[in-house]
């Protein structure tokens, strides 16, 4: 009976795993926006079949793509090494970095209402408000996600101009080295 059940479970999951998803319902479990979820099909990120004139992902796709890092681009790597240079003016000081995000966000939230713009601001609002180890980990990880969220980052300011062009510097000279 117990190797039944067992059978009966591994069936049940692996049918689970076989499931086509659509292109909303990919978007919903990776947080992103549907057209995100059609770009990493295109590019190929994420493999698809065509069911009528629509798009379906197997949801062991979606999963194995939440598990892994994409390769990226020079911009997303630039935008990581400033948001990684953010992270660790949070570490020395969280109260103000994290009020200063917390002010551009009210003023951004004022003008975005609607669209993807007010989504992604929304969900900033809810890792300002958690603790700071969520918003280091949005600042300085490499999950799309991640990436995505810092697309619509509140941290405007945090960094003066010279701080920022030391960080870019930096970066031009660590990019020509891994070249």
């Known amino acids: 009976m117990d190797g039944m059940r067992l059978a ?4 049940a999951t692996a049918a689970e795993s076989d499931e086509l ?7 919903r479990l990776l947080s992103s926006s549907r057209q995100h979820v ?13 069911v009528g004139r629509h798009r379906r992902v197997r949801r062991r796709d979606v999963e194995a793509l939440r598990n892994r890092t994409l390769p990226t681009s020079r911009d997303q790597r630039r935008s990581q090494w400033l948001n990684m240079a953010v992270a660790g003016k949070l570490v020395t000081d969280p109260q103000d970095v994290v009020a200063r995000a917390k002010k551009n966000l009210d003023k951004l939230q004022g003008k975005h209402t609607r ?3 007010a989504y992604w601001l929304a969900r900033w609002r809810e ?7 969520q918003v280091l980990e949005v600042l300085t ?8 969220m810092r697309q619509n980052s509140p941290f405007a300011g ?5 701080e920022r ?6 970066f031009k000279a660590a990019d020509r080295a891994a070249r």
Do not use: I
Request: some cysteine; hydrophobic content about 35%; overall charge negative.
């Open 165 to 170: 062009m030391h960080v870019l510097e930096s």
């Open 21 to 27: 998803l659509t292109t909303g319902e990919v978007a």
């Open 141 to 148: 990880s490499p999950t799309p996600w991640a990436r995505e």
């Open 115 to 117: 669209g993807q713009g």
């Open 38 to 50: 059609v770009d990493l099909c295109n590019d190929g990120a994420l493999p698809f079949q065509t």
């Open 8 to 11: 009966d479970v591994q069936h």
């Open 158 to 162: 945090v960094l003066t101009p010279d």
């Open 127 to 133: 890792v300002l408000d958690g603790p700071v180890d």
